[in-house]
């Protein structure tokens, strides 16, 4: 069985793209492929229809923050959470997610699938140099980039060093 952990800083109430394909996910019939799904996020202020779903499916929730907010305490946990549970994957959607997946595989065998926003690639979005640095990083130590739009892929495609062949599009689902 393959044991997969998604990575993503909350499930707030007014949820966006990510966290449906997150809840789409977890709410197909997954077990039919013999993978193993948990989650790491934010527990303070879930989206309750996401949790008890995900409770009634027997998916483990893991708290980012049960020791506090920094990154550094975060970064501790998850990778905590990789090793005791055996972790085979983790998939983050978001950039601030894909940094701290990135740093926390570490030391582990444990692949990172990460996500390209689907702003990448639009000339009107605008990202500071140091996010754009760090998004970078964590692309740069991913296994796996997921863009959901052809000029999310046209965008990493262009970016040095990283592999084309570990950029693939899945638009707007999974």
């Given amino acids: 069985m393959k044991?997969?952990?998604?990575?993503?800083?909350?499930?707030?109430?007014?949820?966006?793209?990510a966290e449906k394909q997150i809840y789409n996910l977890l709410s197909s019939n997954f077990r039919d492929y013999n993978i193993e799904y948990s989650i790491a996020t934010r527990l303070q202020n879930i989206n309750n229809n996401f949790y008890s779903d995900f409770l009634k499916k027997n998916i483990k929730i893991f708290d980012l923050y049960k020791n506090g907010g920094s990154r550094f305490n975060r970064a501790i946990l998850l990778k905590n959470i990789i090793k005791k549970e055996?972790?085979?994957f983790i998939q983050s959607y978001?950039?601030?997610?894909n940094i701290l997946c990135a740093v926390a595989k570490f030391g582990t065998n444990t692949k990172h699938i990460s996500g390209a926003r689907s702003d990448y690639g639009?000339?009107?979005?605008?990202?500071?140099f140091s996010r754009k640095?760090?998004?970078?990083?964590?692309?740069?130590?991913?296994?796996k980039i997921i863009s959901n739009n052809n000029s999310g892929?046209?965008?990493l495609s262009k970016l040095c060093f990283i592999k084309k062949e570990?950029?693939?599009?899945?638009n707007n689902g999974i």
């Fill in 153 to 155: 892929v046209k965008y």
């Fill in 166 to 170: 570990k950029i693939v599009v899945i």
């Fill in 122 to 128: 639009n000339k009107n979005f605008k990202r500071s």
């Fill in 86 to 88: 055996k972790i085979d």
């Fill in 94 to 97: 978001l950039s601030g997610d």
């Fill in 3 to 17: 044991k997969i952990l998604i990575v993503v800083d909350r499930i707030p109430l007014d949820y966006g793209g």
């Fill in 133 to 143: 640095f760090l998004d970078y990083f964590s692309w740069l130590l991913s296994d």
